[in-house]
């Protein structure tokens, strides 16, 4: 077993296993940097060749490109041989169809634990920006969870639905249905723009509203416009609400040759993007919503009357990577600068056709936009992007601290109502919980908000409504914050096993009990009840519960194994690095105990565990070097 330190390109130095945890030395940990959000960024001169406007792909002819990017090209924009495949009598579609349907919303999975042959079904995600949900929605959600689905919702750590176990037979039906009641799975997943976070909470604040209006316009903008979605489901039935003019404007646009001319899909064209991409909107103060994990992150910058003026943009973020290839690598944005608010749908778009342009399409697991700002540096990926854009992006303006806010509870919403935050276990909606909602959202026409931290917040309750709701959810465990365990309150996972095709050991099923263990170790270190650290659980390395932002990650690299992350902090801006690789989930009281027990004797005031072991490495790095003459370079 070896302790390894990744930098942030990627590259690992390894140290032996006699080095494991002990309390007079501890293991090592590799130092992180966080990221000033409220510094102003200054730029060096950078001069760049030119770059051609867009007008066709035939640029990228003679380069080697991955085999998904070649279905993309002969799919009749995301269309065949979908649209074959979904009428055959088989229960799943053919490899070509598995990478389209991705766009449509949708992964083909098959039960792993099923012995004896393949039960292929569909999970599908919805996309709901801001995590908005209308009541009509919820309903037919939770009606075909039970009709079609394996009886559970399941809220994501995008703000969106994934409803499981779906036949291939039922699709139609399905998709139809969420299309008819005000939703929508378009674009869910698959090689374009994702759903697009902003805070759940419903305030009734300029920002707060303007921040969830500018996430609606930004989904609408990278929304795909070419039909596929609709012909495949809905026969070609328009579903779409009138988007707002300056949408369309910023769309149609091309007068800096970002544009596909006279293409269905004037932004994506036929081959859409190299790789998936990210994007979140929130307010000065609020990462509720993970920001610098994101492609793009947008945070609203408002005057001293609480007017917002503009956005300060950040770039580069991704959390996915693959073991022992240190060349991928988790990665969080940094500042690009602040454009105003009339020009943001244009600043977002120079950047999307930046990374649609330049990103790589060979080797996918190089393909996301953060690669293309580690290979090129902030200065030339602005440079380019100013170009797209037509304007000098300006200098960031200064923020204040982050906070990581959960809503849950009661708050005052600042029109007269409510809304609550309901705490969910990695997002698993079910049983009685599930029963119990539904009665709630239903008697109260209640809307509902998902949550980046897998959580569910209720809209627009009346103050004589608290005491029954409040009554009626706790008898189904729904339960007030005080009454919720803290760390299970900050703590996320993925799906992993059974379902998930990526998953290497348990995430959504182990992390009840991994939870239980760390609070059982608090106690026998003397930890008191209301301290607590972040954890987040993977099956895998893709990093779907954003593990490499917790103070405690704990990524899936073996059955019943675990590479432990340390040294995120709990307002979500510093990256955490590897600590330890193969760690068998019947030795985490070995790895922790010794951590958490150094913790609470030599941290400072107010020290978090994560700001403390990122502190612990620079002692740590001097011991090293004076025991045992390494030299850590790119500490």
Same mark, same amino acid.
């Given at each position: 077993m070896t302790t390894s330190f990744l930098s942030p390109a990627g590259a690992a130095t390894g140290f032996p296993s006699d080095q494991k945890t002990l309390l007079g030395s501890l293991n090592a940990l590799r130092s992180s940097r966080s990221v000033l959000l409220g510094r102003n960024v200054r730029r060096g001169v950078y001069s760049s060749s030119s770059i051609q406007a867009v007008s066709t792909p035939e640029a990228a002819k003679a380069t080697k490109r991955s085999k998904v990017e070649i279905i993309k090209e002969k799919s009749n924009f995301i269309r065949y041989p979908l649209n074959e495949e979904l009428l055959t009598e088989a229960p799943n579609v053919n490899e070509s169809a598995v990478q389209l349907i991705k766009f449509h919303g949708s992964y083909q999975q098959y039960n792993r634990e099923e012995r004896g042959g393949r039960s292929y079904s569909f999970m599908l995600r919805t996309k709901n920006p801001s995590g908005k949900v209308?009541?009509?929605? +919820? $309903?037919?959600?939770?009606?075909? %969870?039970d009709e079609f689905g394996i009886g559970t919702l399941r809220l994501t750590t995008r703000q969106t639905f994934q409803l499981h @176990?779906? $036949?291939k037979q039922n699709l139609k039906t399905v998709m139809s249905s969420i299309i008819r009641n005000m939703g929508s799975t378009l674009g869910?997943? @698959?090689?374009?723009?994702r759903n697009v976070l902003a805070p759940a909470a419903p305030y009734v604040r300029k920002d707060y509203l303007?921040?969830?209006e500018t996430a609606d316009?930004?989904? %609408?903008?990278? !929304?795909?416009?070419?039909g596929f979605y609709y012909d495949m489901w809905v026969d070609g039935e328009q579903f779409m609400t009138a988007e707002p003019p300056e949408v369309v404007k910023a769309r149609n646009?091309? !007068?800096?040759g970002t544009n596909f001319v006279d293409s269905p899909e004037p932004i994506y064209g036929t081959q859409f993007l190299p790789r998936k991409f990210k994007i979140a909107v929130t307010v000065p103060t609020d990462n509720s919503v993970d920001l610098l994990t994101n492609d793009i992150g947008l945070v609203v910058v408002s005057d001293e009357n609480g007017e917002p003026q503009g956005f300060n943009i950040y770039v580069g973020g991704g959390m996915g990577r693959t073991h022992r290839m240190e060349s991928t690598f988790a990665r969080i944005a940094e500042p690009l600068g602040y454009v105003p608010k009339e020009d943001i749908l244009y600043a977002v778009k120079a950047i999307v056709v930046t990374q649609r342009e330049h990103g790589?399409?060979?080797d996918r697991k190089y393909s996301r936009m953060k690669y293309l700002l580690s290979s090129w540096g902030i200065e030339k990926f602005r440079d380019v992007v100013e170009q797209y854009y037509g304007k000098k992006i300006e200098a960031s303006r200064d923020l204040p601290e982050w906070e990581f806010k959960s809503y849950l509870g009661w708050h005052e919403q600042g029109d007269g109502a409510w809304f609550c935050g309901l705490h969910v276990d990695s997002g698993r909606v079910g049983g009685n919980m599930k029963k119990t909602l539904r009665e709630v959202i239903e008697k109260y026409k209640l809307d509902v908000r998902i949550t980046p931290n897998q959580n569910i917040v209720l809209c627009d309750i009346k103050s004589e409504w608290k005491r029954p709701i409040t009554t009626v959810l706790a008898q189904a465990g729904l339960l007030q914050p005080e009454f919720v365990d803290p760390l299970n309150q900050t703590a996320m996972a993925c799906p992993a096993f059974p379902l998930c095709p990526l998953a290497i050991t348990e995430a959504e099923r182990g992390i009840p009990s991994i939870l239980k263990r760390v609070r059982a170790m608090f106690e026998k270190v003397g930890l008191d009840y209301d301290e607590s650290v972040v954890v987040r659980v993977t099956g895998c390395p893709n990093g779907c519960a954003r593990p490499y932002m917790a103070e405690v990650g704990l990524v899936g690299d073996g059955p019943n194994s675990y590479q432990v992350w340390l040294g995120g902090t709990p307002n979500q801006t510093q990256i955490a690095r590897a600590f330890m690789d193969k760690v068998k989930i019947h030795d985490l009281e070995k790895i922790f105990e010794p951590l958490f +027990?150094?913790?609470k004797l030599g941290r400072q005031a107010k020290e978090s565990f994560g700001a403390f072991t990122t502190r612990l490495v620079k002692i740590l790095r001097i011991f090293l070097e004076m025991s045992r003459d390494v030299t850590l370079s790119n500490w």
């Open positions: 209308p009541n009509q929605l +919820y $309903l037919t959600m939770d009606d075909l %969870a @176990g779906v $036949l869910a997943c @698959g090689d374009l723009n303007f921040a969830q316009n930004v989904a %609408a903008l990278l !929304s795909p416009q070419s646009d091309n !007068s800096h790589r399409r060979d +027990y150094n913790w």
